[in-house]
């Protein structure tokens, strides 16, 4: 082999090894391209975190009604911080949205003292994120939810 190439080989491979030894600690990395729905749903004011990071298959607002629909690639199973509760998704969420609220929603169950309940709706209230299970609310920081979980269990549709 040429000896030429042997440096120049050497010296990329050498300086590919030094950018993944010492990477940039100020660049941010997204951990996943938010998918329309995700964009949208900050759009009305809430973290991107709310939806689970699975495929969207496709998602529908009425701009009038507020009427929406998020079909997702299958069911779902995440973990809730900060205080680890297990809800699951299902394939299709449903409900009305308008700047900072969700009402009538569909599709979004967690479990609480031993049993599962609906999330109803969901406000952004500044800094926080209340959740409403019918008339009980829940507050949590609105950074808890700044990433997209992963799903923990998903019956992909795939």
Known sequence: MNPKILIVFFLLLNLTSISI????????????IPSPAHVELAGYGFPVGLLPATTVLSHNINHTSGDFSV??????KITLPPDNYVA???????GKIVKGKIA????IRVRAFFQWWSITGIRSSGDDVVFEVGMITA???????DDSPACE???SAF
């Open 21 to 32: 030894q010492n990477p940039n600690p100020k660049s941010k990395i997204p951990k996943s």
């Open 71 to 76: 079909k997702l690639g299958g069911a779902c």
């Open 88 to 94: 699951t998704y299902s394939d299709t969420i449903t």
């Open 104 to 107: 009538e929603l569909n599709g």
């Open 139 to 145: 507050k949590y920081p609105s950074k808890n939810f």
């Open 153 to 155: 269990g998903q019956h």
